[in-house]
């Protein structure tokens, strides 16, 4: 009974929302209502549900409503390049991984452009974390735009319920590079963690569910003094963001990125309970157009020549501003890095952009790994995939006769 009163929730809430029916839903995904979740927690939902789900989160109120992001009515080319001839096999790659998609640009060519788990091109898959990427670049934009002053301002600035908190003393800058200082757990494991709890967490009388959770987090260390992944802060980012831009996230992206960029699809952005979207996770698009973002980074985030981000953003948000703890490994402002210079935006389950400028190659990658969020297995042999694309760029190059 428990299960049929949320199905028939969940088809009414689709319903009042707009969004696309029933019978447009791919068969996998109406299959998601024979064993729906009973509850929000998608961190501890089965491999068959998130099979289902990760394509159509958009679609499934139960988890959130979502914003558009228009699309462009100029999409970017991605025209298609030579195979890339690589030393790995792609299919076992791809099953180990359990890929929805995989794509590699190079030299602003497709190379490979595959799909699985009955994903195509015109599908929208969830990022994940990936957004935290898109975050940063909205900050960047932000401080371009003049509406923030400068990323060393402090956060109560721009989200003034959090004065009083241990937030006081941290800028957006501790945000951005996961430094603040502030207690948070994000073991995806624990379903008692923070990121487990925080989005459940009854609010206090006015304030969103967000700022009352992060607001009541006690100071673990002097802000600046130790990196702590925090995706509660990268969330609270979409407020400060939308409160200085004076509209909402998805809007802006629209306006900065996804149109004047050439994004070929609308993509979609999940919203808190609050309205505001939730930008440590959660934006849907298609491969191609995850693809397009790491262009667009790779190409300096300009639009008809001009970068829409202030002059050395972009440099100090893709390289090392914080050690991790893993050798050649850092984080920048929300985009992880390699010591080479190469740099990338990850998601849980296996989503990811990886950009590396010397080499000119994005690789756009959406998955459900079967070990769960954080798949180190999985996780492994994605960067070693990442190594054999670059060693087959490096070989084909080398091959090439030089010039008299």
Known sequence: MKIRKIALGLIAALTAAGAVGWFSLDKETRGLLASLPTNRDLLFWSRPQRDAAFRA????SLLAKWRV??????PSPLPPGPPLTLSVDVDAYMAGQRSAALLIVHDGKLRLERYGLGFDRNGRWTSFSVAKAFTSTLVGAAVRDGHIKSIDDKVSSYIPEMKGSAYDDVSIRQLLTMTSGVKWNENYADPNSD????NNHKPEEGVSALVSYMRSLPRAV???TRWNYSTG???LVSLLVSNAVKKPLADYLAEKIWVPAGMEQQATWLLSKADHEISGCCIQATARDYA?????????ARIHGRSILPDGYLAEATAQQTSIGQEGRGYGYQWWTYADGAFAARGIFGQGIFVDPRRKLVIASNANWAGGARDRTASDARENFYQAVRKALDDEA????AKP
């Open 57 to 60: 989160l958009d679609r499934i």
């Open 69 to 74: 992001v228009q699309a462009s009515g100029t």
């Open 195 to 198: 990121v487990a709890r925080f």
């Open 222 to 224: 002097a802000p600046g």
């Open 233 to 235: 802060e990268t969330n």
């Open 292 to 300: 397009r973002m790491g262009q667009f980074i790779l190409g300096g």
């Open 398 to 401: 080398a091959a090439v006769p």
